[in-house]
């Protein structure tokens, strides 16, 4: 059983990460998107909608033609890092559960372990999209 | 109908764009189109997130909310990763 100090630290550490994408986006709306979740489970249902954005906009440039084949590899590369956090991965070994299957199981059960669970999925989620905000960034400003 | 400043801030870098293209300034010309869409691009994303914003804060979300979601990812997972324009080799 982990300590209360420990859900502590990882809690301010999940809150830290938000801030600092939500500084790496710069925009209004998404910091304002993460202060209206309403908990845990509201805060992964924002990261998978954040990642939804993004991950648009990195098809977009894509199919523009206009960003560099290098600058597109980049891109797609920090898709396949971020998504398996998002959406799961039920063929990786241990399988991988979405946000929404942690969520929905925190909401049913607040329990300790499936608090930790659902807080460390959006930690890894949230990391991982910082990556994959800064390859778009990177594609966005490189021309051929 | 109205234009904010943010269409009108793009129609002009895009039609400085076009301009520059039309002078054979082609590497400059993309880079303005670029940036055009950088910044059409980070408004879509800040509307979007405000929008997910003003949701929560009126309703809470639902199954319904996470399987749209998971549907759009799927979708531009698919484009992104798809062979065609802007692929690598």
Redesign the interface.
């Known amino acids: 059983m982990k300590s209360a100090s420990l859900y502590l630290r990882q809690s301010f550490a999940v809150v830290a990460m938000l801030c600092c994408l939500a500084t790496v986006?710069?925009?209004?709306?998404?910091q304002?998107?993460y202060?209206?979740?309403?908990g845990l489970s509201?805060t992964a249902?924002?990261a998978?909608?954040?990642?939804?954005?993004?991950?648009?906009?990195?098809?977009?440039?894509?199919?523009?033609?206009?960003?560099p084949?290098?600058a597109?590899?980049t891109?797609?590369r920090a898709?396949t890092a971020v998504?398996p956090f998002?959406?799961g991965n039920p063929t990786a070994v241990p399988p991988v559960p979405?946000l929404?299957t942690l969520a929905d199981r925190y909401d049913a059960v607040k329990s300790a372990e499936n608090q930790q669970q659902l807080q460390e999925a959006v930690t890894n989620a949230v990391r991982e999209l910082a990556g994959f905000i800064k390859a778009v960034?990177a594609a966005?400003?490189?021309?051929? | 109908m109205s234009i904010d400043k943010k269409e009108l801030g793009l129609i002009g870098l895009r039609g400085a764009a076009l301009a520059l293209g039309l002078l054979g300034q082609a590497?400059a010309s993309?880079?303005l189109?670029?940036l055009a869409?950088?910044a059409e691009?980070?408004i879509?994303?800040?509307?979007?997130?405000?929008?997910?914003?003003?949701k929560?804060?009126s309703r809470a979300?639902t199954d319904a909310?996470?399987d749209d979601?998971?549907a759009?990812?799927?979708a531009?997972?698919d484009?992104?990763?798809a062979p065609?324009?802007?692929?690598?080799?």
């Open positions: 986006q710069g925009c209004v709306g998404t304002a998107a202060k209206a979740a309403d509201d249902y924002v998978t909608e954040h990642y939804s954005a993004v991950l648009k906009e990195a098809a977009d440039i894509k199919e523009s033609g206009r960003a084949a290098s597109v590899t891109m797609q898709d998504k998002i959406v979405s929404k960034k966005k400003g490189s021309g051929p | 590497k993309n880079s189109y670029l869409d950088a691009a980070g879509n994303i800040d509307e979007h997130m405000a929008a997910v914003a003003d929560l804060k979300k909310d996470w979601v998971y759009r990812i799927e531009d997972s484009r992104l990763h065609g324009p802007g692929s690598p080799g």
